[in-house]
């Protein structure tokens, strides 16, 4: 069963003393780009978080954001690393007499240097802590999941009516085919008699539109189409992530139908091909949904 990128899920768990709150929000995106927003006080977490979330997710934006509340749980003041902060005074000084750059460094930029501050939270429980929000993000990740599932079923119906649609669309191009042939054939045998002014040799049209029909044979064509349609059918019902494989045969559809266009030759068979990319653009807009 296909599922889209784009859910929302929350999770809660508490002990009776802390309580956790997890929200997961997820969208469009080639890979699995994990953003976990959490309490400064708990960020050793984020490792595992991340772990819990790419585990259940293979791809999309993914956000997921932590409340903690209990025990510990409050961020302590700042604290102030001094030393490191003389450092980057003492750099930023050193640069500005070195280029000629008047005044003392920007106190502000300092502080916002990596590690000029930390925080503590004395006295909370980090393995307890990560008991409540690993419960609380397995709750999240399955509430997503559920509506990335149900999502991607509209999907898979809006797949499937347009598959059809591009095998009608196919089915018309196979039945206008032989008709290019007698039609081609007709008009060679007009012009080589007017070149020659004279009867046309049967042997020689034969041999011209042997090689005509088989420049114009689009048979090749319509069979790859074909099973190209099966297989993104059948990769419908895999269930595992299949984005990725639905937008490779969209893009081996498109190079069928660019071929089919290209050797028709024919008015009517131009119109269906364009019918069938317009198709092959609506899928391929839902298909970047997919994970």
Known sequence: ??????????????????????????????YCDVAPRIPQSLSSLEPRLKEVVQATLSRGRIEVTVQFEGAGAGVSAPILNLEVARGYWEGLSRLKKTFGIEGEPDIGA????????????????????????????????EQCNRMRRSEGELLRRDFEARIEALEKLLREVEALAPARVTAARDRLRERLAQLLASEVDPDRLAAEV??????????????????????????LERDEPVGRRLNFLLQEMGREANTIGSKANDAAIAHLVVEMKEELERLREQVQNVE
Request: aromatic share 6%.
């Open 1 to 30: 069963m296909i599922a889209s990128m784009t859910g929302f899920g929350k999770g809660e768990a508490s002990d009776g003393q802390s309580r956790a709150v997890v929200e997961v929000r997820t969208v469009n995106s080639r």
């Open 110 to 141: 300092v502080a916002a240097m990596p590690d000029v501050f930390r925080y503590a939270s004395d006295g909370i429980d980090l393995e307890a802590a990560w008991g409540l929000i690993e419960r609380a993000v397995c709750a999240a990740l």
């Open 210 to 235: 042997a090689i005509l029909a088989d420049r114009m044979d689009i048979t090749e064509e319509c069979v790859r189409f074909h099973s190209h349609n099966e297989q993104f059918l059948r990769s």
